[in-house]
């Protein structure tokens, strides 16, 4: 089986990787880091996000729908923001 990956360096500091229908952003707030992913079963065609916090500590939500995963990204990233998270 061959994989696929590609990394994406953005300007405005976004890493995006894909692999397999994997994509995941850094965040970091005074040297804390959190990581925000986000994956695909083939499967079932449900979407999977995990957010690894500091502590380690993960918080999992999957959802069905793409414009449901849009808007609960978009959500949850401005909410990061406004906590004084960047992304990394």
């Known amino acids: 089986m061959t994989t696929t990956r590609a990394i994406a360096w953005r300007p405005s500091g976004i890493v995006d990787v894909f692999l397999c229908g994997w994509m995941i952003w850094f965040f970091d707030r005074n040297g804390e880091k959190l990581r925000y992913e986000i994956t695909r079963d083939r499967k079932d065609g449900r ?3 995990v957010i690894t916090r500091p502590d380690g ?6 959802v069905d729908e793409p414009t449901e995963l849009i808007e609960r990204s978009v959500q949850f990233m401005n909410s990061l923001r406004g906590d004084g998270w960047r992304v990394a």
């Open 57 to 62: 500590s993960e918080s999992v939500e999957e």
């Open 47 to 49: 979407y999977r996000v």
